[in-house]
């Protein structure tokens, strides 16, 4: 079993940064790649970034040169440094994870909002 315990996010102002993160618990070895998504009202969820074991990452062209997903294995924790915050960025934000068996698991969810 796998848990995902996130941290982080609120209410900033447009042009803001903001740090999520996202601790990582019980069969953690078993985990491969780690990301975040992210649903705001009305929209499907979507992929905003992930982070692969060998470190690999990968970004939705929304956030692409504004938001930083790093992870340190040794806190079994990846981190989601968001930076010049838009209102459109604006959602519920849950943490990811899939392990070797293409298992996927999720965190609670924590809003952030970006006020113009």
């Known amino acids: 079993q796998v848990q995902l315990g996130e941290s982080g996010g609120g209410l900033v102002q447009a042009g803001g940064s903001l740090r999520r993160s996202c601790v990582v618990s019980?069969?953690?070895?078993?985990?491969?790649?780690m990301g975040w998504d992210r649903q705001a009202p009305g929209n499907q969820r979507e992929l905003v970034a992930a982070i692969s074991s060998a470190e690999i990452t990968n970004y939705a062209d929304s956030v692409k040169g504004r938001f930083t997903i790093f992870r340190d294995n040794a806190k079994n924790t990846v981190y989601l440094q968001m930076n010049s915050l838009k209102p459109e960025d604006t959602a519920v934000y849950y943490c990811?994870?899939?392990?070797?068996?293409?298992?996927?698991?999720w965190g609670q969810g924590t809003q952030v909002t970006v006020s113009s």
């Open positions: 990811n994870a899939v392990d070797t068996f293409q298992r996927g698991y």
């Open positions: 019980g069969r953690n070895f078993s985990i491969r790649q």
